[in-house]
Structure formats: C-alpha cells, structure tokens
C-alpha cells in the first residue's frame, strides 16, 4: 500500500505564496505519475497539476499555469507544489495522488491513491 501525507496549507493573504508537500511512503514504485488536485464543497474534484516521476514531464491546468508549479525531490521521495500569486479563488483543500504509468492524466478518476488532503485559504 502507498502512503500520501500532505502538508503546507494554511491561511494566507491575496497574492501570497504557499509551498505544498505529498511524502510517499509504503510499497512504493517508481513507474508512476503525481497528481495535486483541489476540491471545495458541493463541487467535483479538479486537477491543477501532474509529474511523471520518471521522465519528470510536468503538466497544469490553465487556470494555475504560471502560477502554480509542480516538482519533485527523487531522493526524498517528495513531490510539491509550489503556489505563488494566490487569489481567493484557489482555496479549496488540496490533495496528492499517484497512479501508475507515465501518464499526464488529469482525470481524477484515473489514480489510485490519495491522500487526506491539506486545507488551503486564500483571503482577500
């Protein structure tokens, strides 16, 4: 089983930037893809970005491009996600998933494990 602990979230100011964290653990692997994701009441999961852990192909979604970048830390087995120009519509609580497979997918329905995710608040 794989293990997904986020952490990072908070509360912070228009504009500000925030740092997310996923540490694996467990029967990991290494032919996987990362994904963050965010989700705020009453509204389906979204994607805002995904890693190939192997050939480190990153990918956004528009709405965070520029914005928001995803990368990882190989020997920590960590991926993040760094947030910068926050704007109030991004709070939501943010989670980390892994799927199998080099493969950029932001369907959520495609991975396998998640985490618990982190709470992100963005006042105006």
């Known amino acids: 089983q794989v293990q997904l602990v986020e952490s990072g979230g908070g509360v912070v100011q228009a504009e500000d930037s925030l740092r997310l964290s996923c540490a694996i653990s467990?029967?990991?692997?290494?032919?996987?893809?990362m994904g963050w994701f965010r989700q705020v009441p009453g509204k389906e999961r979204e994607f805002v970005a995904a890693?190939?852990?192997?050939?480190?192909?990153?990918a956004h979604a528009n709405s965070v491009g520029g914005r928001f970048a995803i990368s990882k830390d190989t020997a920590e087995n960590t991926v993040y996600l760094q947030m910068n120009s926050l704007k109030p519509e991004d709070s939501a609580v943010y989670y980390c998933?892994?799927?199998?497979?080099?493969?950029?997918?932001?369907?959520?329905?495609?991975?396998?494990?998640w985490g618990h995710g982190t709470q992100v608040t963005v006042s105006s």
């Open positions: 998933a892994a799927r199998h497979g080099q493969i950029l997918s932001s369907d959520y329905r495609q991975y396998e494990y």
């Open positions: 467990g029967r990991t692997f290494s032919d996987r893809t």
């Open positions: 890693l190939t852990w192997i050939t480190n192909a990153p």
